[in-house]
Each structure stands twice: as structure tokens, then as C-alpha cells.
């Protein structure tokens, strides 16, 4: 069975600091792997997705993940976050398309201004 | 393109009961999975259809169960509700039965048990 781990639950940043969240799966095959983001009092709607090809994966909102398929992980990064990307962030992954999607538990992260 | 629609949005059951819950795909999409979100539990899948069979399910009890209409159109239903099932119950479409389209979810239906 697949599983996600999101190793950080509850992460601050200031303004304009980098953001790296970790997210790592297990299961043997091919795997789909994405990100997903609910900001507050919003929909969960999603941030980028792997499929195939190009590890390094471009998301909205200047985020992106790169898939390492050797550390089975797919972790999200930003360079610089604003207040506004205060949001949870889920990692998931499953064996096929958006078919039985396995999630994380999620990360908290809260910008302050 | 309306988005993901969910009904009724807040839903407030008793032990024993039974409930149904109804969701309406973008336009178009033929896929519709459904998820719990429960704090303790986080998000875990329920089941997906696809063109009105059921592709895949998640670890749940036989009392959850599902279906989907020939417009897409998808209900959830729960009978002999528990405590336990209290919950944010989102359901999410896609188009090609995944593929590299994007999914969309709806707000949530949140029900509450007592």
C-alpha cells in the first residue's frame, strides 16, 4: 500500500524567506505524485502534479517540486513566500492518474509579515 | 465553466441514520472522486467513478457507498451513520479519467453526527 509523509506539520516563515517542505512516499512502481494547497476558508484545489518527464515540476504561484526518484521524494519549494501563500499544504502521491489518491497528513505553514 | 458543486453543504445527522450526499461535476468531466477530511484521520479516499463504474476504492467499511449517473453526476451514501463519521466529505472531478487535466474540488459537505 502507498503511503505519504509530510515530516513537518506546522512550519513559520517571514516574508520573502525561502520555503522547502518535505514530502516523501513509498511504493515501489510508477508513481503520480502532487501538491495540493488549501488556503484558508478555500477550496483544496491543486498546486502541481508529476506525471512523467521533467522532474523539476513548475506549479501556480511560483512554486515548485522536484521528483528524486532514488529518495522516493517529491519536495515543494519557493524561493521567497508572501503572506499570502499561509495556506495547508498536502503531498500525495498515487499509482495512476487522480485514481485512489493517498495524501499526507498535511503541513501547516503561516507566513508572517 | 461552473466549478465543482456540492450538496447540501452542511448536513447535521444522528447515530443509526442514513445519509446521501450528491455532487455535480465540471462540465464535461467524466471522473469524480470522493475523500473524507476529518482531523484526526486527515484526507483519506473514499472511492472514484468513471463513467458511471466504480474504478477504484479506498479502505472503507461497506457502509459507505457510491454511484454515478449517467451525466456524471455523483452521490455518496452512508448508512447506519457513527460518531466516527463526522466529517468534511469532498468530492473532486477530472477529465479522461485523470490523465494530465487538472482536478477540481468542490467546497465540502460537512456532516455532523450526533
Known amino acids: 500500500a502507498q503511503s505519504v509523509s509530510q515530516h513537518n506539520h506546522h512550519v513559520i516563515l517571514s516574508e520573502a524567506a525561502s520555503l522547502e517542505l518535505g514530502c516523501n512516499y513509498s511504493?515501489?512502481?510508477?508513481?503520480?505524485l502532487f501538491w495540493y494547497v488549501q488556503y484558508p476558508g478555500q477550496h483544496l484545489q491543486l498546486l502541481l502534479k508529476y506525471f512523467s518527464g521533467d522532474p523539476l515540476v513548475k506549479g501556480i504561484k511560483g512554486f515548485e517540486a522536484e521528483f528524486i526518484k532514488s529518495k522516493f521524494s517529491f519536495n515543494l519549494r519557493k524561493p521567497s513566500v508572501q503572506w499570502s501563500d499561509t495556506a495547508e499544504y498536502f503531498c500525495?502521491?498515487?499509482?495512476?492518474?487522480?485514481?485512489?489518491?493517498?495524501f499526507g497528513t498535511g503541513t501547516k505553514l503561516q507566513v508572517i509579515p | 465553466k461552473a466549478g465543482v458543486t456540492q450538496t447540501p453543504r452542511y448536513l447535521i445527522k444522528t447515530r443509526g441514520q442514513q445519509v446521501t450526499l450528491s455532487c455535480s461535476p465540471i462540465?464535461?468531466?467524466?471522473?469524480v472522486s470522493w475523500y473524507q477530511q476529518t482531523p484526526g484521520q486527515g484526507l483519506q479516499f473514499l472511492f472514484e467513478?468513471?463513467?458511471?463504474?466504480?474504478?477504484n476504492k479506498g479502505n472503507f467499511p461497506g457502509r459507505f457507498s457510491g454511484r454515478q449517473f449517467s451525466n456524471s453526476r455523483s452521490e455518496m451514501n452512508v448508512s447506519t451513520l457513527e460518531l466516527g463519521d463526522s466529517a468534511l466529505y469532498l468530492c473532486?472531478?477530472?477529465?479522461?479519467?485523470?490523465?494530465?487535466?487538472?482536478?477540481?474540488f468542490g467546497p465540502g459537505t460537512r456532516l455532523l453526527v450526533l
Open positions: 500525495a502521491v498515487s499509482e495512476g492518474g487522480y485514481q485512489k489518491v493517498t
Open positions: 462540465s464535461g468531466h467524466r471522473s
Open positions: 511504493y515501489g512502481g510508477t508513481v503520480n
Open positions: 473532486a472531478s477530472s477529465d479522461l479519467g485523470g490523465g494530465i487535466e487538472t482536478q477540481y
Open positions: 467513478y468513471f463513467s458511471e463504474t466504480q474504478r
